[in-house]
C-alpha cells in the first residue's frame, strides 16, 4: 500500500530539477533551443523534452554535454558543482585501475 508521500517513480523527484540545470546550461550558452539541441545531437523536440521535466536525459547525451561544456554528470543528475573525488580515494582507484590493466595484458 502506498502512502501519500511515496513518489509513484523515482523520477518524478528529479525531473524538475534536472530540467531546470539542463535550461540553465542552454541559456549559459546563448543558444537557442533548436540550436542547442542540434549540437547536443538530438531533435528539438527530444531537447523540450528533457528541458521541460517531461523526460530525463539520458547518460550518452549527458556525457557529450559534460564533454562539450565541460561539466559533470554529478551537477547534471545532482545538482553539486564541487563533484571532486577525495584524493585518497582518486589515488587509489588510480592505482587499482593500472594493477587490472597489467593483470590484462
Same mark, same amino acid.
Given at each position: 500500500?502506498?502512502?501519500? %508521500?511515496?513518489?509513484?517513480?523515482?523520477?518524478? #523527484?528529479t525531473l524538475p530539477a534536472i530540467a531546470q540545470r539542463m535550461k540553465l546550461? /542552454? @541559456?549559459?550558452?546563448?543558444?537557442?533551443?533548436?540550436?542547442?539541441? /542540434?549540437? +547536443?545531437?538530438?531533435? #528539438?523536440?527530444?531537447?523540450? %523534452?528533457?528541458?521541460?521535466?517531461?523526460?530525463? =536525459?539520458? =547518460?550518452? +547525451?549527458?556525457?557529450? @554535454?559534460?564533454?562539450? $561544456?565541460? =561539466?559533470? @554528470?554529478?551537477? =547534471? $543528475? /545532482?545538482? #553539486?558543482?564541487?563533484?571532486?573525488?577525495?584524493?585518497?580515494?582518486?589515488? /587509489? @582507484?588510480?592505482?587499482?585501475?593500472?594493477?587490472?590493466?597489467?593483470?590484462? +595484458?
Amino acid at each position: 500500500m502506498k502512502t501519500r %508521500n511515496t513518489p509513484t517513480r523515482l523520477d518524478t #523527484r528529479t525531473l524538475p530539477a534536472i530540467a531546470q540545470r539542463m535550461k540553465l546550461l /542552454r @541559456l549559459t550558452t546563448g543558444l537557442s533551443a533548436a540550436d542547442f539541441a /542540434r549540437k +547536443a545531437g538530438m531533435t #528539438r523536440a527530444m531537447w523540450h %523534452n528533457i528541458e521541460t521535466g517531461f523526460s530525463r =536525459i539520458g =547518460i550518452d +547525451a549527458a556525457m557529450k @554535454l559534460c564533454d562539450k $561544456y565541460h =561539466i559533470t @554528470l554529478d551537477w =547534471i $543528475y /545532482r545538482g #553539486r558543482l564541487d563533484a571532486r573525488l577525495p584524493r585518497g580515494l582518486a589515488k /587509489r @582507484l588510480q592505482e587499482v585501475a593500472e594493477t587490472e590493466l597489467e593483470a590484462d +595484458a
